[in-house]
C-alpha cells in the first residue's frame, strides 16, 4: 500500500507564501509522476501541478508563474512553492502519486486558506 504523508498547509494572508511537501516510502511507476491536486468549496478537483521522475512539469493555467513544484527522488518527495496566494488559492490540497497522465494513489489532504 502506498501512502503519502502530506505537510505545509495552513492559514496565510493574501500575497503571502507557503510551502507544501509530500512524502511517500515508494513511488511504483516508472515512469511516474508526483504532483498536486486542489478542491475549493463548490468546486471540482483541479490540476495544480505535477511532475515526471524525469523533471517534466504540468501547471494549471491559475497558478502558472506564482507555483513552482519540484522533488527530490532520492527521498520520493514532491514540494508546492505557493508564492503570491490569493482567496481564490483557497482549497483542499491533494498530493498524488501515479503515472504521467494519471494520479493513482491520493493522500488525505491539506487545508490551505487564503485570507483576504
Known amino acids: 500500500q502506498v501512502q503519502l504523508v502530506e505537510s505545509g498547509g495552513g492559514l496565510v494572508q493574501a500575497g503571502g507564501s507557503l510551502r507544501l511537501s509530500c512524502a511517500t516510502s515508494v513511488v511504483p511507476f516508472r515512469p511516474n509522476a508526483m504532483g498536486w491536486y486542489r478542491q475549493g468549496p463548490g468546486s471540482q478537483r483541479e490540476l495544480v501541478a505535477t511532475i515526471t521522475n524525469g523533471g517534466s512539469t504540468k501547471y494549471g493555467d491559475s497558478v502558472k508563474d506564482r507555483f513552482t513544484i519540484s522533488r527530490d527522488n532520492a527521498k520520493n518527495t514532491v514540494y508546492l512553492q505557493m508564492n503570491s496566494l490569493k482567496p481564490e488559492d483557497t482549497a483542499v490540497y491533494y498530493c498524488?502519486?501515479?503515472?504521467?497522465?494519471?494520479?493513482?494513489?491520493w493522500g488525505q489532504g491539506t487545508q490551505v486558506t487564503v485570507s483576504s
Open positions: 498524488a502519486v501515479g503515472l504521467p497522465n494519471a494520479p493513482v494513489y
